[in-house]
C-alpha cells in the first residue's frame, strides 16, 4: 500500500514564486489535511477538507491555498512564497476526524520547502 | 496557550535503559490522547492512543503510556530502548479539535 504520497520531497523557492505541494492518498479516505512543521513548534494545520469539494482552514492558512476535487488528492498552492513558508509540509489522511475514535492520522514522508 | 505541553525538548538515553517522555494537557474534561513518532526522514505514525476505560495503554514497537487526571499527564514509557527508537515523538490532545505538543527528540546512544 502507497499510503499517503506526498511530492516533491525537497524544494527551493525565491521569494515571490509560486508552486504546488501534490498529495494523494490511496485508503479512500474523506479527511485530508496539510500541516507545517517548525522546529519547536509541533505541527501547525494549515487546510483541512472533510471531502471532495469541502475545504476550510486551520490554524496558519495564509498564503496558503487549497483544493480538493477528488477524495484522493489534496494539493497545496504556495502564491507569492515568503521567507516565513520555510517548513516541512505534511499531508495527513484519516477515515474519521483527526483526534476523534476513528481519526488516526496517516502522513506522508513530507516536503521541505525553503524560500529564499 | 498550548492544550499539550511536553516539558523536554531532548532527551539521550542508552541503549537497553528505559525512557518515559512526558506529555501533560490542560483540558478541562478528559481529552482524547495520542502519541505518536517521527523516525528520521518519515511522516508520523500512531503509537497508541486513549479515549477512556484503562488508563495504562499499550501501543506498538513496545511503547505504553499511562493516563493520570490527577497529575493531568499520558506519559509514555518503554522498559528498553532499542537504537531504533531514535525519533521524535509528539503527544497530541483533542477536546473539540486536534492539537500538537512541541515534540520530545530522543537519541539513544550505543
Known amino acids: 500500500n502507497a499510503g499517503v504520497t506526498q511530492t516533491p520531497k525537497f524544494r527551493i523557492l525565491k521569494i515571490g514564486q509560486s508552486m504546488t505541494l501534490q498529495c494523494t492518498q490511496d485508503?479512500?479516505?474523506?479527511?485530508m489535511y496539510w500541516y507545517r512543521q517548525d522546529p519547536g513548534m509541533g505541527l501547525k494545520l494549515i487546510y483541512y477538507s472533510v471531502g471532495a469539494g469541502i475545504t476550510d482552514k486551520g490554524e496558519v492558512p495564509n498564503g496558503y491555498n487549497v483544493s480538493r476535487s477528488t477524495t484522493e488528492d489534496f494539493p497545496l498552492r504556495l502564491e507569492l512564497a515568503a521567507p516565513s513558508q520555510t517548513s516541512v509540509y505534511f499531508c495527513?489522511?484519516?477515515?474519521?476526524?483527526?483526534?476523534?475514535?476513528?481519526?488516526?492520522?496517516?502522513f506522508g514522508e513530507g516536503s521541505r520547502l525553503t524560500v529564499l | 496557550a498550548q492544550s499539550v505541553t511536553q516539558p523536554d525538548i531532548h532527551i539521550t538515553v542508552s541503549e537497553g535503559a528505559s525512557l518515559e517522555l512526558r506529555c501533560n494537557y490542560s483540558y478541562g474534561a478528559t481529552p482524547y490522547l495520542f502519541w505518536y513518532v517521527q523516525s528520521p526522514g518519515q511522516g508520523l505514525q500512531l503509537l497508541l492512543k486513549y479515549f477512556s476505560g484503562d488508563t495504562l495503554v499499550q501501543g506498538i514497537k513496545g511503547f505504553e503510556a499511562e493516563f493520570k487526571r490527577s497529575q493531568s499527564s499520558f506519559n509514555l514509557r518503554k522498559p528498553s530502548v532499542h537504537w531504533s527508537d531514535a525519533a521524535e515523538y509528539f503527544c497530541?490532545?483533542?477536546?473539540?479539535?486536534?492539537?500538537f505538543g512541541a515534540g520530545t527528540t530522543v537519541t539513544v546512544r550505543a
Open positions: 485508503m479512500n479516505h474523506n479527511y
Open positions: 497530541a490532545g483533542n477536546d473539540y479539535k486536534l492539537s
Open positions: 495527513a489522511s484519516s477515515y474519521g476526524l483527526a483526534g476523534d475514535v476513528d481519526g488516526e492520522l496517516f
